[in-house]
RNA sequence: GCCGUCGUAGCUCAGCCUGGUAGAGCGCGUGCUUGGUAAGCACGAGGUCGCGGGAUCGAAUCCCGUCGGCGGCUCCA
């Protein structure tokens, strides 16, 4: 549905506004990016727009009443303290302070909700005084702290039935604008998220605007479930954890080894034809690289660092570029060699605490598709352009025609002090960097305080980044305040067949490790200059991308990257021999074959491998032997007769080319 | 790290509440079966119940500690 814009005067209540057969999917309105409940006043002339509980806003509003609804129910049943509610693209939550409760209470407090539902209750809102509100909610010391730190003179208060909560609102109009809710799951979490805070019971569920799209959420939801990576990755046995002995830290089966090679291979090509060139760094530094680095200041908690029997301490890496920078610093350089970029399949270690870790998704040792580039100021925008042309080029290798978001994350210069960037001194124009946060803001030559703020840098930056995603026509939405002190950010989510959106690549732009390690390069003037470091990954990181592959696929990878590219089977042993030489032929041809001649029958075979997975079933028995061909089951269970060439020749083609189709 | 929950055979799990030192299915091995596309039959091997301690005549079972896993919280260079 069209958002329905209107022209509202002064005075008229928005709910008066509502076409009589919209009755009942109208749930608030907006005017001047302000949302309004229905029961709301229209406060000036102007257009108003009416929110869709099918739109995006307007579910937003449908969960944030069902959470109230929830709120209600668990006050009632449980006497439970409510503290806060959250809504999100998936559902929503209220913390409460509560004895705890399992899955198996939600039916009970399910009908509760339903009762309130059924009643249709007015959710009826109230300005009040704050000291009013305080009163309401003096029993209640979680939305007292709130009412203190929010509520002024004109704040609102929301009523539905007995129940009050304090909130800016809207709500749907009524309870009975609730069709379909589920609860989901409980979790515990601390107050307002503080670490050492109370521990309150996190309540989660989800409501959508028609049971139609609930059903559809829930199928979805437990498809994921069925999805999950560690599940697909123990039944085509690609990895293991050896959680005792290695915690943390993937093992890869040799299943599990070919995909990762050729994910490696696969980049290691793109890089190629992109002058990303490979190098090779170590695992183990002094820690002298990390303290010059400035990781270990920042994250030494986070890393695995040890001392030996000598004295030395040494760490693990933690991040690719010291070793990056370590290569790059064995020259001198013209502005004529720059861009020199290095890229590496880069294994670093960074200590998770225990409660971090997750399966491939979060472990504590991973690899990187990592790259760092080493650039001139001006060569920002063709380094980052090239960059979104590789991201496009692989993801939609790899997995088909995916949708792309862009979040481009750039400094808040409403709070420069968080970030690095240049100063000149007034009084002896002496022109540095500085993270204002980090330091007294004064010239480290003359110790002036008379400075002046240059952007330039971050301006050039930002706006070829900006540029580098327009010329691409990408949309993005910007971020500010989200960039790194060091630099902005382009950040890169792509959606899975589960409509999941990942964050994979990301490319940042770095004015800080430069400095740190004192990297240069000689411009045209003879001077020195600082290049700005470009990291970057595309797939990120080899294990999460793994996993998310294997979720996207349901395992069923394309023929390239599939473990078992063809299972052969005989009909029964006295096509062994047939069998062998097929399966042979496939090896020879360099195609991953495996045949089984065990004297099982052969639907139980089938019926074995197909949790491996495999791209093809190849049977054979009298008929193929007889005609040379073979019988191919595909991964739709379709099976087709052809001649054995004939297939060689088509599953090379498939595997050289990357298709992502089989044959048929 | 915090809260909750879990740890039994290669895998998935039952037994634990109400102590008497282990069970199923699949897989694996052997034999029979020679089967044409999602489980043919029989027999067999396999576990000191994550680890350490405590109370008990006796612990997979109860208590404490510890190491891991999972769901969240916090964090994620």
Sequence with gaps: MADIILKVSKGQKFSDLVPEKLHQRIVAARMNKKLFDLSDEVPEDGDAELIDVYSDDGLIILRHSTAHVLANAVVELYNALPNTSNENLDGFYYDFDMQPVSTEDFPKIEEKMNEIIKKDLKIEKYTMKRDDILNLFRNNPYKTDKILKNADDDATVYREGDYYEFCRGPHVPSTGFIKAFKLLSVASTTYNGEINGKRMIRIYGTAFPDKKMLDQFLRNREEAMKRDHRRIGQEMDLF??????????????????????????????????????????????????????????????????????????????????????????????????MPVKYCEPGTVYRYEKSGEMGGLTRPRGFTIDDGHGFLRQDQILDEVSSLLGMIHDVFNTIMGDVEFSFDLSIMDKNNPGNYLIEYKCKNCGNIFMLRAASSNLECPNCSSKDLEMDFSMWDTATENLRKALESKNLRYKEYPGEAAFYGPKIDVHVKDALNRFW??????????????????????????????????????????????????????????????????IPVSENYNEYALSINNLFIKHGIRSRIDLSSETISKKIKMIRSMRPSYIIVVGEREEHNKSISIRNRKDKTLEMPVNEFIEKINDEISSREINQMF
């Design 503 to 568: 964050q994979l690549s990301t490319i940042q732009l770095d004015f800080f490790m430069p400095i740190n390690f004192d990297l240069y390069y000689i411009n045209s003037d003879g001077k020195k200059e600082r290049p700005v470091i470009i990291h970057r990954a595309i797939y990120g990181s080899y294990e999460r991308f793994i996993a998310i592959l294997l979720e996207h696929y349901n395992g069923k990878l394309p023929t390239w990257l599939s473990p078992i590219q063809t299972y052969v």
């Design 240 to 337: 293991i954890f050896d959680t005792e002995r290695a915690p943390g830290m993937p093992f890869y089966t040799p299943n599990g080894a070919i995909i990762r090679n050729e994910l490696i291979k696969y980049m290691s090509e793109i890089n190629a034809s992109n002058n990303w060139q490979e190098v090779w760094t170590a695992h183990v530094f002094r820690d002298i690289i990390w303290k010059q680095s400035g990781h270990y200041d920042k994250y030494k908690n986070d890393m695995f660092l040890f001392q030996l029997e000598n004295g030395e301490h040494y760490g693990l890496k933690p991040m690719n570029c010291p070793g990056h920078i370590a290569i790059f610093q064995r020259n001198v350089y013209s502005y004529r060699d």
